[in-house]
């Protein structure tokens, strides 16, 4: 399966700036997700990144406030823009691996605003 | 490494004992599941899948049931070890391609 490397592990910002977090695969993969983990919940999808076109996002997630890049096919950012307490979360990267529908994730960046 | 268990229900399982996770889903439409498994620290790890025209398959240690007519899915983990602690999702394909969403999620804790 795909190998993923995430950055930042782990990061404290101050309110009000923004954290970029990078995603990289070690193979060409069509589609990339990124996921929001709040403390103690299960995973939410944020947006779908494919190469070449404009991210899809969920409801209750906007452009301005996590816009995305995803300039080749095996890499991609997401950045949290504009932040407050409320967006200290775990933000995972996953790509599919081969198995239909199946996903590997990164490990995680672990962000907390104070 | 932080807990993402701290909310979620807890299974306490006796080390050598079976364990059964069980996941309700919500959307009748869901063709395909999936069972993660996640450490501390760590992103999710997949562990079995399972088609919607099927209602069991077994991997190694692990069996996943499905009942389409209740919604229900459960995981079942044989001979529970230590390793075993983890967070364990399921989640369920919910239309659009390759598109997934998660469960609540259940902290399974192996008592050695």
């Known amino acids: 399966s795909a190998v993923i490397s995430q950055k930042p592990s782990r990061d404290i910002c101050q309110r009000g700036t923004s954290l970029t977090i990078q995603c990289q695969v070690d193979?060409?993969?069509?589609?990339m997700f990124w996921y929001r983990q709040q403390p103690g919940q299960s995973l939410t999808l944020i947006a779908t990144a494919n190469q070449g076109s404009e991210a899809t996002y969920e409801s209750g997630f906007v452009i301005d406030k996590f816009p995305i890049s995803r300039p080749n096919l095996t890499f991609s950012t997401l950045t949290v823009s504009n932040m407050s307490p409320e967006d200290s979360s775990i933000y995972l990267c996953?790509?599919?691996?081969?198995?239909?529908?199946?996903?590997?994730f990164g490990s995680g960046t672990r962000l907390t605003v104070v | 490494g932080e807990s993402v268990g701290l909310h979620l229900p807890t299974l306490s399982v006796q080390e050598g004992d079976n364990s059964i996770i069980n996941c309700a889903y919500s959307?009748?439409?869901?063709?395909?599941f999936i069972w993660y498994k996640q450490e501390s620290g760590k992103g999710p790890q997949f562990i079995i899948d399972?088609?919607?025209?099927?209602d069991k398959r077994q991997g190694q240690r692990v069996t996943v049931l499905l009942n389409k007519t209740v919604k229900h899915l459960s995981l079942q983990i044989a001979a529970t070890q230590p390793g075993d602690s983890a967070v364990y999702f399921c989640?369920?394909?919910?239309?659009?391609?390759?598109?997934?969403?998660f469960g609540t999620g259940t902290k399974l804790q192996v008592i050695p």
């Open positions: 399972i088609r919607s025209n099927m």
């Open positions: 996953s790509v599919e691996d081969g198995r239909v529908y199946g996903y590997t």
């Open positions: 989640a369920e394909n919910s239309g659009g391609y390759q598109k997934v969403t």
């Open positions: 959307n009748s439409a869901s063709d395909y």
């Open positions: 193979s060409q993969v069509t589609m």
